[in-house]
């Protein structure tokens, strides 16, 4: 089985911060990597699919990219709003794996 | 626009089976795609349980697959979720979801807590 692995877990930034997060893949993945976010109490909402791809409404301060076995999650500007745990997801031989979370406080 | 809508009993037994139901709105289950049930035990992190298409076709996660079993209800566009012997670990906010071409999540339910105690 692939395992996802984030990091960091949890980490702290300004508002206005550039904010990387990593998901690393056991091994080489294909290219069908997800990112979502997830407030408190809310269901998760995808941000990022098919490694590089913003889905339709995002704002344009979240990218992402990677291959392999190396993804990053990029927020280039942070905002209050952005305050949230992001999630890494891949989809492969009809299983489906997410990454452990990444905490994002704003300071 | 499409909706989704968990619903099932909130209080399970030990032992007992879990069953719950996902309503779908503004879209039809035989229309395509794939159809997911998600997991989040307290304070913890998502956790796929297994999608299903509506010709039939499951697929699951391994280490639930022998207590997991999913149908599809296309006359009142609904799938199911029954988890067999459950424990206190299975405690936890079960999401329903439509699962993309692109193998990613567009759609989810609100979420329903389902906690397993005597």
Partial sequence: ?107 | QVQLQESGPRLVKPSETLSLTCSVSGYSLSSGYFWDWIRQSPGKGLEWIGSMHHTGDTYYNPSLKSRVSMSVDTSNNQFSLSLTSVTAADTAVYYCARLQDCFCMDVWGKGITVTVSS
């Fill in chain 1, 1 to 107: 089985d692939i395992q996802m692995t984030q990091s960091p877990s949890t980490l702290s930034a300004s508002v206005g911060d550039r904010v990387t997060i990593t998901c690393r893949a056991s091994q080489s993945i294909s290219m069908y990597l997800a990112w979502y976010q997830q407030k408190a109490g809310k269901a998760p909402k995808v941000l990022i699919y098919k490694a590089s791809t913003l889905e339709s409404g995002v704002p344009s301060r979240f990218s992402g990219s990677g291959s392999g076995t190396e993804f990053i999650l990029t927020i280039s500007s942070l905002q209050p709003d952005d305050s949230a745990t992001y999630y890494c997801q891949h989809f492969a031989r009809n299983s489906l794996t997410f990454g452990g979370g990444t905490k994002v406080e704003i300071k």
